[in-house]
């Protein structure tokens, strides 16, 4: 009986390191994304990247949902997606399409943004913000979030920093 319980205790610790080793992994960073406006003032994501092809798609949520990944069918909280062009070069704008839309859910005021592949080849960090950090905002420059000492604040860029930023990626 002691043989079956230990083969048993091997196999699930195993298991759990397993899962561990592959929750662990995650693309790496190859691009970054802001957020800024067209000359109507419509809301824009913004991209800049070091790889050899663009990202395939940004991801657009509610923040602060516990659902992080967006449906896509139709636009309906907590997000939607974007693809961006095969053909995109680097520094690239994808018109927010949509977004706003005409009613948000009361509790829907900060979102998140991130740009990925399709294989999970390579990602960007989430950009973070509220429809009250656009307003007012000068068309050509973008809202990025600045990593640095674990703080995640919003800083204005010029297209000229960001590109350079998502060139710095590799």
């Known amino acids: 009986m002691r043989v079956p319980l230990r083969r048993t205790a091997a196999v ?4 759990l390191l397993a899962s ?3 929750t662990a992994c995650s693309p790496e960073i190859g691009a970054v994304i802001g957020v800024g406006v067209d000359e109507s003032g419509q809301p824009v994501a913004m991209l800049a990247w070091c790889t050899p092809r663009p990202p395939d798609v940004l991801l657009l949520f509610d923040a602060d949902s516990d ?3 967006p449906r896509h069918t139709e636009w309906d ?3 939607r997606q974007y693809r961006v062009p095969d053909d995109a070069e680097s520094p690239a704008t994808v018109p927010l399409t949509g977004f706003p839309p005409a009613r ?3 509790q829907v005021v900060n979102f998140a943004m991130y740009a ?24 050509g420059s973008v809202l990025a979030t600045d990593y640095q000492d674990d ?3 919003l800083r204005e860029l010029t297209l000229d920093e960001f590109t350079r930023r998502g060139a710095e990626q590799c």
């Open 12 to 15: 699930s610790a195993a298991a």
């Open 20 to 22: 561990a080793g592959l």
């Open 67 to 69: 659902d992080h990944h």
């Open 77 to 79: 909280w907590p997000g």
């Open 104 to 106: 948000l859910p009361d």
């Open 116 to 139: 990925a592949t399709d294989d999970s080849s390579f990602s960007s960090r989430h950009v973070r913000f509220r429809l009250d950090d656009l307003t007012g905002r000068e068309p």
């Open 151 to 153: 703080a995640e604040p």
